[in-house]
């Protein structure tokens, strides 16, 4: 199965628009910070995988983290995936985020813009219909950073919840 779906790089006919996510294939550690409704603070540190999948024509990740405790002990928080692929008919990217750890499936639209990359949605659980906001900004060969907001009142107003800072490993 893996065999099959790995690719070896972005479907030729489409190398352009496939490098908006193409670009951050590779591995890179992450740290980063989560903030709950009320403002409190935790910090987390991962690892976050991304690869050519399905005849070149998506690019699917693996996020793994990790919340750092007060001695400095790390405690396994989560490992999820998403799945980005490219919709050459709209332009845009249909992504789905899947969280086993927190059973949570997520669907989202993604888009380039101004230089970063804008992905909004709507969080899987039942209870939890809020809009999200993920972007990628700040992107280089060599880091990135990541933020997720969420929006309260129906997407006028965003909420900072979680940042990663990441680093290319390779």
């Not at 989560?34 to 690869?51: I, M, Q, T, V």
């Not at 399905?54 to 405790?69: C, E, K, N, W």
């Not at 789905?96 to 230089?115: H, Q």
């Not at 939890?128 to 060969?141: E, K």
Request: charged share 25%; glycine share 12%.
């Amino acid at each position: 199965m893996i065999s099959a779906l790995c690719a070896a790089g972005p479907d030729p006919r489409w190398v352009e628009e496939l490098m908006l996510y193409g670009r951050l294939v590779g591995t890179w550690t992450i740290d980063g910070r989560n903030w709950d409704e009320s403002g409190h603070e935790s910090a987390l540190r991962g690892e976050w995988r991304f690869g050519w999948v399905l005849g070149g024509r998506a690019v699917q990740d693996v996020l793994l983290t990790f919340a750092l405790g007060d001695a400095g002990q790390d405690t396994p928080a989560s490992i999820g995936t998403t799945l980005r692929m490219f919709d050459p008919t709209s332009g845009r990217w249909h992504l789905a985020w899947a969280g086993p750890s927190s059973g949570t499936l997520c669907t989202l639209i993604g888009w380039g813009e101004n230089g970063n990359i804008v992905q909004e949605g709507r969080w899987g659980n039942d209870a939890d219909t809020r809009p999200w906001r993920w972007t990628f900004s700040d992107i280089t060969a060599r880091r990135f950073t990541w933020r997720c907001h969420i929006s309260e009142d129906g997407g006028r107003t965003w909420r900072l919840a979680q940042e990663f800072l990441a680093r290319r490993m390779d």
